[in-house]
DNA sequence: CTGAAAGCGCTTACAG
DNA sequence: CTGAAAGCGCTTACAG
């Protein structure tokens, strides 16, 4: 029935009907209710009689009624639904990460999406990010990225940033400690090998987990009063195919060889390996190796790789945790948690 | 100004605002004009005089305005969000797909977003996810999953299943071609090695891979008329602790002796590997492996692993292409994509 | 070229 | 315990 007030009536103008999907007032039409109840049903059910509720349930049922979550969202402000960022999707890096930090969400109640952070212009990144729709954010920022950073400032939502050198007001963070164990494999290399013949294969140099290692590492070996150190300090990517091209080079073409090589990852510790089998370089009796993540590649190569392992389920369950709190408690002061990793010594060093 | 037609006026009755971003109305107010006018400028540019255009721009430069998705969401049913649905995220079995299916989605103007299905009850698949945020999805379907198919269909959007055997009206399918490649690779073992020393290392029992990698073994061991072949088959998962825990046992237990091992995929494959040289058994000599997916664990094993090519960024752009391509035109029959594999014969076997 | 107004499908304070 | 109605922030047919 119009309300007398909503004179002079109109025709209706469009269809209103996008699909056959039913909404609420189908549901309330055939139990007999309005649409409060049966909104009532579903998020306070407390609040209806346990027949009514029946009939709605159902109703519902019957109906296969799914409530419309752009408009729940539009009043309520939130989807129950967490975001991580990621720079990009590819290497398996990431992939512990988010299934420890997927099984945490759903713990919380939250729904977990992914999503990349990859633009292909100069668009900006919360344009380009369904981000509007998360109740909080966890992103990743291993590079300088002030378009992202800036742009989930602007959000206001509930962030966390991983691996970010930026400070972001009211956001909480997470690294992981690069430091102590880089320091720690370096020093487990000049032990036995002379500190001049230590090098470090980085991967990018922009990185920061890159700038974090590589810096660790010359620091041991100025304690150790290795000469100007900087030559021994390659910057790559974070790939098998770049430890391999360096130590093919290396290898083959220096007069001071190396005999012991720090990798800024396991990816890029693998192809110095490779390359270091293909030439005949015996490791770990003329190469020492140790690599950085604890990855399963790390696991699978011979002999096996020693390397630093980062807890990353811990890391992605912690984010989420973090995230939560602070979707929780929004006043709470934002902390940086920094993740411990620990040197696993295996044959490779 | 209040319509009369609204009276009684009531006073208003909460907080309408839920934070200090700006809406379509300041964008409107401050610019002079409708908020219909701001809706132009930013749907249909055209419709719009330049100079009224340049003062709305203005106004939403000075506001930071961003559209809210809910309520435009709420009218045009459309986020441009793609959504991919995985298993789960473990392992880097994904990250390529991901990788080159993000890039084919930005391309085609969409956004991509990645979630698991990983429910931790009977929870409902549908409801779990944030599907209804998306204008299409592509879902791997690896195992017999009732409700997750059941509740694509329902929501009536693009779809596309990867991997899947169960048809869906009206969807897209993506299958990888296992039977071909998983053929030629126990041929190629069979060529040198008994049919009756070559084993199978399954992953698990009821995914669709396992089963038509099984069958194809098990299809070639008849052909050279083994015997009951089935004790040489074993199932388990996609890990490499599987394929280590299989070899421990299998290579020191067993009387009959595997020399030629087929593996589920290449984790399977590097733990029997692993297993092999910690038991002093040669490979290739005196056991020769074959893995599948050509992973990168395959590439950094050594001996490199003889595996089978699995073109996953094909796959990933192949699904975005099928999903956009229903999403313009959903009247187009429904196609099935068989994505060919290759056998890369290495140093395993 | 522009505006008034209806409508998308929900939720919730208010009033029984 | 339940309903009528306003409102969330947009878009768009309609009428100038």
Known sequence: MRSVYNTPVKKKRRSTRFSTASVISDVADRAGVSTATVSRVINSPELVADATAERVRRAMDELDYRPNLFAKGLITRSTGVLGVI???????????????????????GYNLIVASDARP????????????FLDGVIAFVPFPNDALV?????????????????????????????TSCATAAVRHLVERTDADDCFHVGGPETNYDSIDRAEAFRAVLRERGASGSDDRVASGEFSIDWGYRWALDTLTTRTGRPTAVFAGNDDIAVG????????????????????????????????????????????????????VRHIADPTINPSHAVVPTRLAVHASS
Do not use: W
């Open 86 to 108: 990621l720079p990009d999707f590819h290497g398996e890096f990431y992939g512990a990460l988010l299934q420890a930090a997927d099984a945490e969400a759903r713990r919380a």
């Open 272 to 323: 110095v390996l490779n390359a270091a089998r293909q030439l005949g370089v015996a490791c770990p009796d003329r190469l020492r190796i140790v690599g950085f993540d604890g990855s399963r590649v790390s696991a699978a190569s011979s002999p096996k790789l020693s390397t630093v392992q980062v807890p990353l389920a811990e890391i992605g369950t912690k984010a989420v945790q973090m995230c």
């Open 150 to 178: 800036r742009s989930i400032g602007d959000l206001s939502i509930s962030a966390v940033l991983i691996d970010a050198q930026q400070e972001l007001e009211g956001t909480d963070r997470s690294s992981i400690d690069n």
């Open 121 to 132: 212009d100069s668009a900006d990144a919360a344009q380009s990010l369904p981000v509007h």
